[in-house]
């Protein structure tokens, strides 16, 4: 099966630059990928790592060591439109579906 | 391109009864996941339907059933409501194989049971 921790939640300053970690046990690897969801919305895809390494996209950058069982999402620059919780999903062992985190709540304050 | 739509958005449901809720796939996707998710569990996954076959199933009762037509579009149906079943119920779409994609999400259906 799958086994994914986030932190619950995190509190951070606009302009500022906070990092949401991510660790994940599972039988079978495909894939990792970020979710955005604000409050009362769809979640909406951030990013995808399948590959060791940091994949770069404007402000927000995820990382993925496959052999730690770890990522990261790294947000820069922040802004209040940040807040949001933001989903960690890696697929399930048949690769069919993604199985997420329990997510953490980002709150961004002035 | 339409995204993933979601009928209904709202219910209001009351113990006991059931719910059957659609999800429309973006077109060209044959994959459709559902999920359920509440304050203190997050996304929790139901299952996921590829060319109207169940390829996976969550670790949900019996009384989660769901099926998905021929055109892709998918239902799942909740009998006998507790509750404990008021959740936002989200579905997503992926391609497929043999190229999956990320998944694209619905805006959901908010199930309330009375």
């Known amino acids: 099966g799958q086994n994914i921790d986030q932190p619950t939640e995190m509190t951070a300053t606009e302009g500022a630059i906070v990092q949401i970690n991510c660790t994940y046990q599972t039988s079978g690897f495909n894939g990792l990928f970020w979710y955005q969801q604000h409050a009362g919305e769809a979640p909406t895809f951030l990013s995808y790592n399948v590959l060791d390494g940091l994949e770069e996209k404007g402000r927000f950058s995820s990382f993925l060591s496959r052999s730690k069982g770890y990522s990261y999402l790294l947000l820069k620059e922040l802004q209040m439109k940040d807040s949001a919780s933001y989903l960690c999903a890696v697929t399930n062992q048949a690769g069919t579906a993604l199985i997420f985190g329990k997510g953490t709540t980002l709150s961004v304050s002035s | 391109k339409a995204g993933v739509t979601q009928t209904p958005r709202y219910l209001i449901k009351t113990r006991g009864q059931q719910v059957t809720l659609s999800c429309s796939p973006i077109?060209?996707?044959?994959?459709v996941s559902w999920y359920q998710q509440t304050p203190g569990q997050g996304l929790q996954f139901l299952f996921e339907?590829?060319?109207?076959?169940?390829?996976n199933k969550g670790n949900f009762p019996g009384r989660f059933s769901g099926r998905q037509f021929s055109n892709s579009r998918s239902e799942m149906n909740v009998s006998t409501l507790e509750l404990g079943d008021s959740a936002l119920y989200l579905c997503?779409?992926?391609?497929?194989?043999?190229?999956?994609?990320?998944?694209?999400f619905g805006q959901g259906t908010r199930l309330t049971v009375v």
């Open positions: 339907y590829f060319s109207e076959t169940q390829r």
């Open positions: 997503a779409s992926r391609t497929g194989p043999p190229r999956d994609t990320e998944a694209f």
């Open positions: 077109s060209g996707h044959r994959s």
